[in-house]
C-alpha cells in the first residue's frame, strides 16, 4: 500500500512522548521498553534527553540500535494513528539554538540540564513502519520521510515575529515548512497544519499567520 510520508511526518510532529525501546545490557537478546520525552531537531529528527544513570542509556553504551514508537494522543488508543522509528540512538552535541527548541517542548527539561548528568541523544532514523488507520499500514522509506530542513535559529526569529499573533495565554512552540505546534493557553498541545509546502520564509510566516487566524 502507497502511503504518504507527509503524514508519517505530522504524526510524530503531534507527540511530545514516546515508548523507545533499547537492547537490554543486562539481559542480553531482549529489548527494553521505556517512556521517553522527545521533540525534533530542525531537521526532523527526534531529539531524546537522557540522565547517563538511566537503564536506556546504559543499554545505548553497548549498542545504539533502538525503536521509538509514538502515537497521535485521543482517547482510542487502538485507533489512533501511530509511527514506529527504527534506527540508531547516539549521543549528540546540539548547537544552543537547538537546546532552547527542545525546550520549549520541555522547559521542565531545564533543571535536568542543570544536574550536569544529562546528555542529548539524536535518533538517525533507518526505517519508518506507518499505521495510519485499519487496513492501511505500511513502510515508508527513511528518503522519501525526510523533511525540509528549517534552521533552528531562523526559526527563533519567525517565533519572535508571530508571538504577537498567537491568541493571550498560548504560545508558539515551534515551527516547520508544514506546520507548527502551539501550547493553548489550557495546556493542550495543537499541531497547525497547511497543506501546501511553503516555497520561502516569507511564505512560511503567511501560512502561519493564516493558521494562526483561523484557529
Keep these: 500500500m502507497k502511503l504518504d510520508p507527509r503524514e508519517a511526518r505530522q504524526i510524530l510532529r503531534q507527540c511530545d512522548f514516546g515508548a523507545l525501546a533499547t537492547q537490554s545490557a543486562k539481559l542480553p537478546g531482549y529489548p527494553f521498553v521505556s517512556h521517553a520525552p522527545l521533540a525534533l531537531d530542525g531537521a526532523g529528527r527526534p531529539l531524546l534527553l537522557f540522565s547517563r544513570l538511566a537503564e536506556h542509556s546504559r543499554n545505548l553504551a553497548g549498542d545504539p540500535h533502538a525503536s ?13 494513528p501511530r509511527l514506529t522509528l527504527v534506527g540508531d540512538l547516539r549521543p549528540a552535541e546540539v548547537a544552543p539554538a537547538t537546546r532552547e527548541r527542545y525546550l520549549r517542548y520541555h522547559p521542565d527539561a531545564v533543571d535536568y540540564l542543570g544536574l550536569g548528568d544529562f546528555s542529548f541523544y539524536r535518533l538517525e532514523v533507518q526505517a519508518i513502519r506507518l499505521v495510519a488507520g485499519f487496513a492501511k499500514a505500511g513502510w515508508v522509506a527513511p528518503a522519501a520521510w525526510a523533511c525540509r530542513p528549517l534552521a533552528e535559529d ?20 515551534g515551527m516547520d515548512w508544514e506546520g507548527m505546534d502551539v501550547r493553548a493557553a489550557t495546556g ?28
Design 68 to 80: 521509538l514508537m509514538v502515537s497521535v494522543p485521543g482517547q482510542d488508543v487502538q485507533a489512533q
Design 154 to 173: 531562523e526559526e527563533a526569529t519567525l517565533l519572535e515575529r508571530l508571538s504577537t499573533a498567537a491568541a493571550a495565554g498560548h504560545a508558539i512552540l
Design 188 to 215: 493542550e498541545r495543537l499541531r497547525l497544519a497547511w497543506p501546501e509546502h511553503s516555497a520561502t520564509v516569507v511564505d512560511l510566516e503567511q501560512a502561519a499567520l493564516a493558521a494562526l487566524g483561523a484557529a
